[in-house]
Structures are given as C-alpha cells and as structure tokens.
C-alpha cells in the first residue's frame, strides 16, 4: 500500500508544482530519506532559506517549493518538488546558488541531515485550467 501511495504522489507531484500557472514549467523533484538521528524540521527550516535564497538568485518569485512527508509508513521518506517559470530561471538560479557560500552551506545543511537524488523534468498543462 506504501509504495502505491508513493506512486500516486510522484505521479502527480509535477502537475502539482505547474498549479500555479498555465505555461510551460521545469519542475525539479527530490526524493529524500533523513538520515539516522535527524529531524524534519531541520529540512523544512533548510528548505524555507533555500526557498528565498532561489528566489534572489533566480531572479523570480515564480520559483515555488513543495514538501511532501509521509503519513503513514516510513516516516524518514519525503520528497521535494521544486517548480521554476522556466529552464533559464532554474539555470540562473543553480548556477548562482552552488557558486555562492550562502548555497554551499545550505547543500551541506542538507546533506548533513539527508540523502537525496533527483529529476529534472519539463512540463505543461495539456488543457489549461480554468481562470478562477
């Protein structure tokens, strides 16, 4: 049952993080497992500065970040899915934020209390969402 779970939430994480908007997206997800002895908590408060740092150094407060935890089960998976307006935004934003000491500190935060890997991927509404 865990593992249909997981896959439903991957399946649809990606049209998820194009929610807030009808153009194309680049949607970056994460799959992570904490490391022995850690917390959620510094991952989210981790993620929350690395969050706003994206945004400065992206040049774009389109850049959006969803956490998704698990409820039941292995309480030490969770996943990140990460959405950029666009490949130019999510290349400016890597490149400035793994050259930056702010940014070097944030990857060893995470991986000081993670395992992570991820997927690039791109994608768009097949049909619009209605204008609400």
Do not use: H
């Not at 908007?21 to 904490?34: F, H, N």
């Amino acid at each position: 049952m865990k593992k249909i779970i997981l896959a439903v939430l991957f399946c649809f994480a990606p049209f998820l993080a194009m929610a807030d908007s009808g153009d194309t997206r680049v949607v970056e997800m994460w799959q992570c497992e904490l490391k022995e002895g850690k917390e959620m908590d510094d991952v989210k408060a981790n993620n929350t500065k690395w969050l706003a740092m994206s945004k400065k150094e992206g040049g774009s407060d389109a850049i959006n970040s969803y956490s998704m935890n698990a409820v039941v089960g292995d309480l030490t998976k969770f996943m990140f899915v990460d959405s950029y307006p666009d490949m130019a935004t999510w290349a400016q934003g890597e490149t400035d934020y793994n050259g930056s000491k702010q940014g070097q500190d944030a990857e060893a935060k995470f991986a000081e209390v993670s395992r992570c890997t991820s997927t690039l991927w791109g994608g768009y509404w097949v049909v619009p969402p209605a204008a609400g």
